[in-house]
């Protein structure tokens, strides 16, 4: 391993660096989940949900959508 990242879908990327710290809803092909975005990496996100982390790899997500609160 070199140490570069490739960075396989930028677009994505940057959309969900401006979801960061939202509530949002991911579908992923495992199924999906409801939380806040902690935190977006290049390979992954952190979905804070119940007060517990889940590590979602980004090439496993299918749709996101952030989730207005009332």
Do not use: C
């Not at 960075?7 to 969900?16: A, H, I, K, T």
């Not at 979801?19 to 495992?30: G, K, P, W």
């Amino acid at each position: 391993m070199n140490g570069n990242w490739k960075l396989s879908d930028p677009y994505v990327y940057e959309s969900l660096k401006s979801l960061q710290n939202q509530s949002i809803a991911v579908q992923t092909i495992r199924g999906s989940l409801r939380g806040t975005l902690k935190t977006v990496m290049p390979d992954h996100v952190v979905v804070e949900m119940g007060g517990s982390p889940f590590y979602v790899r980004t090439e496993q997500i299918i749709w996101v959508q952030p989730i207005k609160e009332s």
